[in-house]
């Protein structure tokens, strides 16, 4: 069955960095687009960025771009997202995301939490 396992949330200040991980399995990693998206608290889940079976091609929110940067490496079946000059309003769950067989599956989230 499809399992997706995000790592390397925490708590950082305002204009630092984290980098997320998901560990895929289930699925041929290598032949599906992943996602990152979030939920903060009271709002909505969000999509965050996308990246394309092969990584050429990628997706980002506005809200994100130029601070995220998504990556996969399909050896390892795992997806990154690299977050730089973080803001408190990016504090949230961040959740890793596959559509297999036209159903979602997820995570089970990483909190980031961006704070002085």
């Known amino acids: 069955q499809v399992q997706l396992v995000e790592s390397g949330g925490g708590l950082v200040q305002p204009g630092g960095s984290l980098r997320l991980s998901c560990a895929a399995s289930?699925?041929?990693?290598?032949?599906?687009?992943m996602s990152w998206y979030r939920q903060a608290p009271g709002k909505q889940r969000e999509f965050i960025a996308n990246i394309f079976p092969g990584g050429g091609s990628t997706n980002y929110v506005d809200s994100v771009k130029g601070r995220f940067t998504i990556s996969r490496d399909n050896a390892k079946n795992t997806v990154y997202l690299e977050m730089n000059s973080l803001k408190p309003e990016d504090t949230a769950v961040y959740y890793c995301n596959v559509q297999y067989y036209s159903r979602n599956h997820w995570g089970q989230g990483a909190q980031v939490t961006v704070s002085s």
């Open positions: 289930g699925f041929t990693f290598s032949s599906y687009t």
